[in-house]
């Protein structure tokens, strides 16, 4: 606790003073991991989709037997969505967060002693993680899976319902991400499960859409029947 305390501690200041090298290469995962605890705190992309995220894309590539880089895999998915936070965030509609997050990204990997010839493979991977692009990389394609396949199944449906904002009516400084009530968490939920679906590219993460599907889909027919088809939302 002490070690990581002293990560994060160094880690603010270097935000502000700019790069610092870590103590050694081998320090950036667990200084990366510290980080993202410390700064990407959210219900639906902060630092736990990052560690499901880093998990699911391991296993999908491993089942379809494809040698990736780790590093890479790792470092992009913990910080494939650092443009959903201060002072990274861009709130410019316009300005798609992989993009701006590929931009931003490697200030914070280099600080953390992360191999500087990777770290364009984390950009590649972070600019298409999204399901809604296009992965060509073996890393960016199972990052891209497995954030795509955290859209589905129950923890999708979560992550949705946890970002409805509470607010009546909305202040001006909520989430712009945020469904604005219930109703609107569940269409976000039915296009996830249309279109997130659809995005997946590797064998090994199609092989998982049905059932991840099923259980969310039976979820929301559940929710229907307990709210006069939705109407009681």
């Known amino acids: ?75 992009a998915a913990y910080i494939h969505d650092i443009a959903g936070f201060e002072p990274w965030e861009d709130k410019d509609p316009a300005h798609d967060h992989s993009d701006v997050g590929a931009a931003k990204l490697g200030a914070v990997l280099t600080s953390l002693g992360f191999p500087a010839a990777k770290i364009d493979a984390v950009r590649e991977a972070t600019r298409s993680h999204m399901y809604y692009r296009k992965a060509t990389a073996p890393e960016a394609i199972y990052i891209h899976d497995a954030d795509a396949l955290d859209w589905l199944g129950a923890i999708g449906v979560a992550r949705i319902i946890a970002t409805v904002d509470h607010g009546d009516p909305p202040s001006a400084t909520a989430d712009p991400y945020a469904a604005p009530d219930l109703p609107a968490a569940v269409a976000t939920i039915e296009t996830n499960l249309k279109d997130a679906a659809a995005g997946v590219q590797s064998p090994a993460g199609r092989a998982r859409v049905p059932a991840l599907v099923a259980e969310a889909r039976a979820f929301l027919d559940r929710l229907k029947a307990e709210s006069e088809d939705g109407k009681a939302l």
């Open 1 to 75: 606790m002490q070690r990581k305390a002293m990560i994060v501690t160094a880690l603010a200041g270097a935000l502000l003073a700019g790069p610092v090298q870590a103590d050694s290469p081998k320090d950036w995962r667990p200084g990366l991991e510290a980080f993202a605890a410390h700064h990407f705190r959210h219900p639906a992309w902060g630092w736990q989709h990052s560690r499901r995220d880093y998990s699911v894309a391991r296993d999908l590539a491993r089942a379809d037997g494809v040698t990736v880089d780790d590093d890479v895999l790792f470092a």
